[in-house]
């Protein structure tokens, strides 16, 4: 379904006994209060709920586009302004938006950038983009932190060469990351729409 561009949604339940719930609920307060890697353990104590769910349906929706997407982004481009696309969809949604919103034309290449998980991956999968630097990225939010720990320069160099980047599974401090690097490096007026937290 998220090849079509359709957004997934599993639906399943869980029975919780009143000493689960509020194991739980303690768990997860704690988390929240935590000083560092907050993020981190709030999704663990989230995961740790999400186990063992019985399933009940899956659910496919389209997310049709506003009329004036497509004119408006080729307006764009024909003004020499680049257009990135940030999202937390998975990778074949956001892919199939940028096709069809025509971010990206049927007629361009897409190099989707692997799921990494160490720097020599990053290096190895960046290497394989610069031979293809005509091409529209793709890539997820993991990858593109891991490709900005190690490769910062190079990964934005090689990324604004690129006709279109499509950033997906992206939390909202990802986005705020790319749009701050995008100002460092080209220094260069960005304009972001939708939630970036902490860029103001």
Partial sequence: MAREGLRTLVVGKKVLTEEQYTGFETRLRQARLSVTDREE????????LEEGLQLLCLTGVEDQLQSDVRPTLELLRNAGIRVWM??????ETAAS???????????QTLFTFKQVSSR?????????????????LII?????ELCIKHYEQEFIELACQSP??????CSPT?????????QQHTKRPVCAVGECEGTG
């Avoid at 353990?41 to 740790?48: D, F, K, L, N, P």
């Avoid at 997820?140 to 593109?144: A, C, E, P, V």
């Avoid at 279109?164 to 599974?169: K, N, Q």
């Fill in 41 to 48: 353990q709030v999704a663990g104590v989230i995961s740790s």
């Fill in 86 to 91: 940030l999202t937390g969809d998975k990778l």
């Fill in 97 to 107: 938006i940028a096709v069809s919103s025509r971010l990206v034309s049927r007629a």
């Fill in 120 to 136: 020599s991956e990053a290096h190895s999968e960046l290497n394989g983009f610069r031979r293809k630097s005509e091409s529209a």
């Fill in 140 to 144: 997820s939010g993991s990858s593109l």
């Fill in 164 to 169: 279109a980047v499509v950033c997906c599974r």
């Fill in 174 to 182: 990802h986005k705020a990351q790319v749009v701050r690097l995008l």
